[in-house]
């Protein structure tokens, strides 16, 4: 059974930092692009960070360029990300997400999901 279990939320003050991490099971996935997406209270789901297969191209929403990283161990099946400077407005369920082909920007909703760890961000 595929899972990706994700973990490292929690609450943080504004301006402090969270590393979040989001492992496989189930299979391999180091031939797929992953990806990070967030859903806030009452708002849709949207995409906050990409990587491809190789780890060598990643993509990010605007309103997490320059503040978030996103990174990859193909031998641990596990993928980060890192969250600096955050913000009230990044309060969310975080949700990684696997897709079926390696490359980016991804043409295609991903394959699996994660069940999501909530980051709350407090002022």
């Known amino acids: 059974q595929v899972q990706l279990a994700e973990s490292g939320g929690g609450l943080v003050q504004a301006g402090g930092s969270l590393r979040l991490s989001c492992a496989a099971s189930g299979r391999t996935f180091s031939t797929s692009a992953m990806g990070w997406f967030r859903q806030a209270p009452g708002k849709e789901r949207e995409f906050v960070a990409g990587?491809?297969?190789?780890?060598?191209?990643?993509n990010y929403a605007d309103s997490v360029k320059g503040r978030f990283t996103i990174s990859r161990d193909s031998t641990k099946n596990t993928v980060y990300l890192q969250m600096n400077s955050l913000k009230p407005k990044d309060t969310a369920v975080y949700y990684c997400?696997?897709?079926?082909?390696?490359?980016?920007?991804?043409?295609?909703?991903?394959?699996?999901w994660g069940q999501g760890t909530q980051v709350t961000v407090s002022s």
């Open positions: 997400a696997a897709y079926k082909f390696g490359f980016l920007p991804a043409t295609e909703e991903p394959e699996y």
């Open positions: 990587i491809n297969w190789t780890g060598g191209s990643t």
